[in-house]
């Protein structure tokens, strides 16, 4: 990072459940110093006892510390319930107390060593340099990279919730909301990803979106509404949520409920329709014209897909999308006993929104330590 900076550029490191990303973002003509200082990263990886032991601790006091008001909280339970206790995608990123304290830096450096392995990494450089520069700096760059990779993974579908289903709660106290959120897996929906996009912006994407209309501008029971998928390499999921005010749960968690019933029984109108694709296509348009937002979508394709953006292919799906399709998929993905509940808030608020709604028990969630 030090010596990055010194050049003026800036280092980004992350890890996905499905791959990890080490990136450099700089001066073009400074390319062939930035290359040379990823290829010996990867090829020989500094492994500082110290660094090691301060970064294990802070997790350790983050996950201490983690309350369940914090919102990396719900979204890890959220996540979790998406996907379905017990699958790899349920499992937390940053790993548990249990993982983290017998965790030694020998731990850590044999997995690097396996995980830092030419075979399935890609490079990718975006900006205004030659290409026939880039292939030759690179190959000096990573000359003698060589280690045997970690096998491949399989990842199983998540199992689609059959039946009432409890209902995850997690406390959080004072609370003037009672935070509603549904999620589905999306195993038996493959090859609808554009109606699924559609599906879901028509939900919970913008003030003009299902649950936003229904939740603030009539009763004013909430202030933002939100829908998305989930995306992953094998699977991916259905989230939506809304706050609702915590005097009128029941009421709201009703109006959730019907929402998601009204996607299922009646097609989208026309405006709604145009409305959900001009988002999505949005989305697609800023990728194509902001350096930072070709450079995530080009990393997020190699990562899920194992290649190229498909932003001129999603676009024409997007349009081929008609109303009817989307009623469909939601006759599926919105059917009431696929879905998963989760609530966040005060205890005896979620235990009347849950008994007026019949979501089965009410289940409190400890976080895993």
């Given amino acids: 990072r030090r010596q990055v900076a010194e050049l003026g550029g800036a280092v980004s490191a992350f890890v996905q459940p499905d791959f990890s990303s080490l990136g450099i973002s700089g001066y ?27 970064r294990r601790n802070v997790l350790l006091d983050w996950i201490e510390d983690l309350e369940s008001s914090d919102p990396a909280a719900l979204e890890r339970v959220v996540v979790e319930a998406a996907f379905g206790a017990g699958h790899p995608y349920s499992r937390s990123m940053i790993g548990t107390k249990e993982s983290l304290e017998p965790l030694g830096l ?11 392995a030419p075979a399935g990494a890609t490079l990718l450089v975006l900006g205004e340099v030659n290409a026939q520069r880039v ?3 690179a190959r000096s760059a990573f000359a003698g990279w060589d280690r045997e990779a970690l096998p491949a993974v399989p990842v199983p579908p998540p199992a689609v919730p059959r039946g009432v289903q409890d209902t995850v709660f ?3 106290t004072p609370a003037s909301t009672l935070v509603a959120c549904v999620t589905r897996p999306l195993p038996d929906v493959a090859g609808s990803e ?40 094998a699977a991916s999921a259905l989230v ?23 996607l299922r029984s009646a097609p989208l109108g026309e405006a709604e329709l145009r409305r959900a694709k001009a988002l999505r296509q949005a989305a697609r348009e800023e990728a194509a014209d902001d350096p930072d937002r070709a450079a995530d979508a080009w990393i997020e394709a190699i990562g899920l897909r194992g290649g190229a953006p498909r932003l001129e ?22 059917r009431p006993d696929s879905l998963r509940w989760v609530l966040s808030g005060d205890p005896a608020v979620a235990a009347r929104a849950v008994q007026a709604n019949r979501h089965g028990r009410l289940v409190p969630l400890r976080l895993g330590r």
């Avoid at 020998?106 to 830092?116: F, G, N, P, T």
């Avoid at 028509?202 to 202030?223: D, K, M, Q, V």
């Avoid at 949520?241 to 929402?259: K, L, Q, S, Y």
Wanted: hydrophobic share 45%; net charge negative.
């Fill in 240 to 262: 939506a949520c809304a706050p609702i005010a915590a005097d009128h749960a029941e009421e709201g968690v009703r109006i959730f409920r019907a929402a998601l019933e009204g």
């Fill in 135 to 137: 292939l030759g700096e």
């Fill in 313 to 334: 292919q999603e676009r024409a799906e997007l349009e081929r999308v008609t109303a009817e399709q989307v009623r469909r998929v939601a006759s599926t993905v919105l």
């Fill in 170 to 172: 997690l406390r959080r």
């Fill in 106 to 116: 020998e731990d850590v450096v044999s997995h690097q060593e396996a995980l830092l």
């Fill in 28 to 54: 073009a003509q400074d390319l062939g110093k930035y290359l040379g200082l990823l290829g010996e990263a990867v090829r020989e990886p500094r492994h500082g006892p110290e660094s090691f032991s301060g």
């Fill in 194 to 233: 554009a109606a699924v996009e559609v599906l879901a912006a028509a939900l919970g994407e913008g003030l003009g979106s299902r649950l936003s209309l229904a939740l603030r501008e009539g009763p004013g029971l909430t202030y933002t509404a939100g829908a998305s998928v989930v995306r992953r390499r």
